[in-house]
């Protein structure tokens, strides 16, 4: 089940980015696996991973070869987290990037590995390995489509966003993401991969990405459980030869936030069992962490989804979910919540306005906005989230079956 109208937007090539995807069977015989991204010499590249303590072993992997060299190769596979293996794990991802730099030509350290799936079983290293070569004969800089499909989970459908801008010299900015449940990012995505043929130093490209990450990524939530395995890589091949400097930094990141808001929506229209696509608006905050606080406290209520689900305009549990966000000195009488355009509660109590048939309408379409006015000052904030449905449920109990 996912939300919204889809179709896989045209992808723009990016100059010195090709993708390879094949089936190597790690769990699934015929499905898409393995999939090894190609990055030209004299590129830029930044990453970021996520917080959980308990990191997969790909991911400590990424890190420390990111401390060594600037990639060359980001090898993913499916079907299998190598996340909670120990030892054995980190050996298996060195395996991994061993075998695609004999491939490639290249330092060990140059190749970037990254997993997704059941989290605690062995990595099937054997059969990711002999992928390998399909993969690398299939490098493309029109592979995106497979790509993405290349790494999904969960997902139910490929997710991609592209844009060119500028006149003489347009920017390419192209990227694909995976990601459905185990989804409160602290950092990115599940897997989120963008490159761009701008050409950009690495220190603009490290904060261009946490500027995009956190108007992005970093206000979504299916479950409110942060990934093992969350990482996202954003490459600058330089390619375009049009230099990113501090004057043209500002329109270069709202580009690029456009493709990650893009991305991060498309997760949770596609989040594990979601039957809405839900925006949790907060207005006249004191401050941003605020009205977040606020956000995500209603975006990740049970209560709130579970009647987002029924299409109930249970507004009690929206004004339950702000009185226990813990803000200091809340004035309840200045709190106004709407359903979409359907003012609900006003000055703490039902508004004199509200009827349940318009709050029935209101909960109709798949696309819900909840706004919530604190009046208290001049900061704003929105997290998109999904209902919690029956579906959910039934794809995490079998989900290792």
Request: net charge negative; hydrophobic share 40%; glycine share 8%.
């Amino acid at each position: 089940m996912a939300t919204g109208q889809h179709n896989f937007p045209p992808m723009h090539p990016v100059a010195g980015f090709k993708l390879g995807t094949t089936s190597a069977g790690i769990k699934t015989l015929g499905r898409s696996d393995v999939v090894i991204m190609e990055i030209a010499h004299g590129s830029s590249v930044a990453a970021l991973f996520t917080q959980n303590a308990f990191c997969a072993a790909p991911v400590t992997l990424c890190k420390k070869h990111l401390d060594q060299h600037v990639p060359r190769y980001l090898v993913t596979n499916t079907g299998n987290a190598n996340a909670g293996t120990g030892a054995q794990g980190i050996q298996n991802a060195l395996r991994t990037c061993r075998e695609m730099a004999l491939l490639a030509d290249v330092d060990v350290s140059s190749v970037l590995p990254f997993s997704t799936g059941v989290i605690g079983e062995p990595l099937p290293i054997d059969t990711l390995v002999a992928g390998l070569p399909s993969a690398f004969n299939d490098l493309s800089e029109t592979g995106w489509f497979d790509a993405a499909q290349g790494i999904l989970t969960t997902d139910t459908r490929a997710k991609g966003s592209s844009l060119q801008y500028g006149q003489d010299r347009p920017i390419t900015i192209t990227g694909i993401a995976k990601g459905s449940g185990m989804i409160k990012p602290n950092m990115a995505t599940m897997l989120a991969y963008i490159a761009t043929d701008a050409k950009i130093d690495n220190e603009l490209l490290h904060r261009a990405l946490r500027l995009a990450c956190d108007k992005s990524f970093n206000r979504i939530t299916v479950d409110s459980d942060t990934s093992t395995n969350d990482s996202v890589v954003l490459v600058a091949t330089g390619a375009s030869g049009v230099v990113i400097d501090e004057d043209t930094f500002e329109s270069f990141v709202g580009h690029l936030t456009d493709i990650f808001i893009q991305l991060a929506q498309a997760i949770i229209r596609d989040g594990e069992g979601a039957s809405k696509f839900v925006s949790v608006a907060i207005e006249g905050a004191l401050d941003e962490s605020e009205a977040l606080q606020v956000a995500y406290t209603i975006a990740e209520s049970p209560l709130v989804k579970t009647a987002l689900s029924a299409s109930d305009p249970n507004w009690g549990r929206i004004l339950a979910a702000i009185g226990r966000a813990g803000i200091d000195n809340l004035d309840v009488d200045q709190v106004q919540i709407l359903l979409n355009d359907v003012l609900i509660a006003d000055q703490g109590a039902r508004a004199p306005s509200y009827t349940e048939a318009d709050g029935q309408r209101a909960m109709q379409p798949e696309d819900i906005t909840i706004t919530v006015r604190l009046n208290r000052g001049n900061h704003s904030a929105t997290v998109w989230t999904t209902d919690l449905t029956y579906d959910y449920v039934r794809i995490n109990a079998e989900y290792r079956t």
